[in-house]
Every structure is written in structure tokens, then in C-alpha cells.
């Protein structure tokens, strides 16, 4: 159980053009999506925390305008990097936790396979 | 703030050493959870082991093992008999405990673990 998909897995874009990338629970019902993204050799650090049906919060230094995040479902978040440009070029990862409904506060992330973004 | 430091880049052992990963951190909170993750080539994080700031005994699950130590803030990791599938990136991660709402994970830098037969 506890299954995160991202699609797509990878992707090329050419510079200017948006991408979205969706992370979607499986089998379970997430309040809380986290977005990192992870350059090459590095570690993760995280982007935003979305919870469902509110707005992200951003982590400083994260535009707000250029990576939308959209958290429409319990099951779904969508990540948007808006014009993007070769510096953008990163793996991207998402997390979900909160299990909804539960009785107990639960404390794991599930993550995401992640998506390879390469910008042109 | 929350800090997590691995001080080791890259480990590289032969097959069959015991190698040990080390993880220190800071945090200011009395409640507080610690994470390893394990990154094969592939990308996807694969979960380890979730120890909470109360329980310090040390756990062991097959090769794996954790040493938890509070007094010198380190969450240590031990991989016996190493094989090449253990070669990976390793994560340390560190967050608040859940009070309001989730809380993020702080990742330490990694370190690149190299099997080589």
C-alpha cells in the first residue's frame, strides 16, 4: 500500500514553453503533498507543502509564479514549471503523507518515482 | 533551525565490509523524528527506517542496523556484509513532530555508497 506515481517520468521541453507534472496517490488518500526538487549530486530540498484545497506554502527562494502548484483532490497535485528555462533542468520529486481519515496522527511521506526534467 | 550533515561524500567498499554512514543533526525541538532513505540509480527514494527522539534503542533489520545516539545527536547507519546492491545515495532526514498539521523533512547532502564486487 502507499503508492505514489509521477507522470510523466521524464520529460524535454524546449526553453519558454510550461510543463506540468502530476503526483497522484494510489491507494490511499493524501492531505498533504510535498514537492522537492534535486539537481544533480545534490540532496533534496523542498520546493512547497500543498495541502488540499488551500494554497502552497513555498519554501523562500521558490517563485511562486514560476513553479504553480495546484493540490485539487486528496489524491492529486500538480506541479507547473511556467516558461521554463535550462536552469530549471532537475529531478523533481513529490511526497504525500497525512493519511486522510485516519485516527491517528500518522507520520510518513510516500514518495514519489520522481520526474526528470530537461529544458532545452 | 533544523540542520542534517553527512559528513561523508563517498564511501566506496569492497563486497562483504561492514560500512558504516554517518548522520549528525540539530534541532531545538524535544520531539523530533529521524529518517534514512536509501536512492538507487533509478531515482526513487526507498523508505529505511522512522525512529522518534524518545525511542533510543538501537534497531537492527537484517544487514541494516541504527545506532541512535542523543547525547551526540548522530542516527548512525551500519550495512554488514555489503553487497553491490547496496550501492546508492543515503539519505539522512530529519522533521518536527506532527502537531499541527505534517511537517517537512530537512534532507541532509547524501552520501554516495559504492559496492564494488
Known amino acids: 500500500g502507499a503508492v505514489v506515481s509521477q507522470h510523466p517520468s521524464w520529460v524535454i521541453c524546449k526553453s519558454g514553453t510550461s510543463v506540468k507534472i502530476e503526483c497522484r496517490s494510489l491507494?490511499?488518500?493524501?492531505?498533504?503533498m510535498f514537492w522537492y526538487r534535486q539537481f544533480p549530486k545534490q540532496s533534496l530540498m523542498l520546493m512547497a507543502t500543498?495541502?488540499?484545497?488551500?494554497?502552497?506554502?513555498?519554501e523562500q527562494g521558490v517563485e511562486k509564479d514560476k513553479f504553480l502548484i495546484n493540490h485539487a483532490s486528496l489524491t492529486l497535485s500538480t506541479l507547473t514549471v511556467t516558461s521554463a528555462h535550462p536552469e530549471d533542468s532537475s529531478f523533481y520529486i513529490c511526497?504525500?503523507?497525512?493519511?486522510?481519515?485516519?485516527?491517528?496522527?500518522?507520520?510518513?511521506?510516500?514518495f514519489g518515482p520522481g520526474t526528470r526534467l530537461t529544458v532545452t | 533551525a533544523q540542520k542534517v550533515t553527512q559528513a561523508q561524500t563517498e564511501i566506496s567498499v569492497v563486497e562483504k565490509e561492514d560500512v558504516t554512514l554517518d548522520c549528525v543533526y540539530e534541532t531545538r525541538d524535544t520531539t523530533y523524528y529521524l529518517f534514512w532513505y536509501k536512492q538507487p540509480p533509478s531515482g526513487e527514494l526507498v523508505f529505511l527506517i522512522r525512529?522518534?527522539?524518545?525511542?533510543?534503542q538501537n534497531e537492527i533489520s537484517g544487514r541494516y542496523s541504527w545506532n541512535f545516539q542523543k547525547s551526540t545527536s548522530s542516527f548512525n547507519f551500519t550495512i554488514t556484509a555489503s553487497q553491490v546492491v547496496d550501492s546508492a545515495v543515503y539519505f539522512c532526514?530529519?522533521?518536527?513532530?506532527?502537531?499541527?498539521?505534517?511537517?517537512?523533512?530537512?534532507f541532509g547532502t547524501g552520501t554516495r555508497l559504492l559496492v564494488s564486487p
Open positions: 491507494d490511499f488518500q493524501a492531505t498533504t
Open positions: 511526497s504525500a503523507g497525512g493519511l486522510a481519515g485516519a485516527t491517528q496522527p500518522t507520520y510518513e511521506q510516500y
Open positions: 532526514a530529519l522533521s518536527e513532530a506532527p502537531s499541527t498539521g505534517f511537517q517537512k523533512l530537512v
Open positions: 525512529r522518534n527522539s524518545f525511542d533510543e
Open positions: 500543498s495541502n488540499e484545497g488551500s494554497k502552497a506554502t513555498y
